[in-house]
Structure formats: C-alpha cells, structure tokens
Nanobody, 114 residues
Framework: QVRLVESGGGLVQPGGSLRLSCAAS????????MSWYRQAPGKEREFVAR????????SYTESVKGRFAISRDNVLNTVYLQMNSVKVEDTAVYYC???????WGQGTRVTVSS
C-alpha cells in the first residue's frame, strides 16, 4: 500500500521558517524522483520543487529559488522541504508527490501571516 504522509505545516510569520516532511512507504522510494507541489486558495496546484532519486539534483519554481530547499533521506524514505524567508504568498496546502508514479499525499497546510 502506497502512502505519502506530509507533516510540519502550520502558522508562521512572514520572514520565518518551516520544514515540511513527507514520509513515504509502499514503493521504491530510493529510485523515485520526488516533488513538492502547492495549491493556494482559489488557485491551481503548482510545482514547487523536485529532487532526483540518487544524485539529488534539484529544481525549483522561480518564486522559491534561494528561499526553499528540497532534500531527501533514502534510508528514512523521507523527503523534506525547508522553507525560509517565507512570504504571505507562500500560503497554500503543500503536497508531496511521486509524479512519475502518480502518487500524491494528502497535503499539509502552511499559513504565512502576521
């Protein structure tokens, strides 16, 4: 049974930091590229970041470059999203996904507000 379980969301002030985690099980995590997506209220889901399975090559959407960092632990089968210098416009539900396999988590809500 495939599971992607996100955690770490919550309320954070502008300029603050948050780390999201996504625990994966039920598939070959170590050979699967993992991604984070987000969906803000009233908007479509959008790509945030991606990490390759073995080399750890990363890519980001332009709006988060230099602020967010995706990483993974292939022993713990977990992918992370470190969010720094967050902005109000980062408010969204964040999802981890194994896009190539069509697997999605349930999402964790991040609210950036003072």
């Amino acid at each position: 049974q495939v599971r992607l379980v996100e955690s770490g969301g919550g309320l954070v002030q502008p300029g603050g930091s948050l780390r999201l985690s996504c625990a994966a099980s039920g598939f070959a995590f170590g050979t699967t590229a993992m991604s984070w997506y987000r969906q803000a209220p009233g908007k479509e889901r959008e790509f945030v970041a991606r990490i390759s399975p073995t080399t750890g090559t990363t890519s980001y959407t332009e709006s988060v470059k230099g602020r967010f960092a995706i990483s993974r632990d292939n022993v713990l089968n977990t992918v992370y999203l470190q969010m720094n210098s967050v902005k109000v416009e980062d408010t969204a539900v964040y999802y981890c996904a194994a896009i190539n396999k069509g697997y999605w988590g349930q999402g964790t809500r991040v609210t950036v507000s003072s």
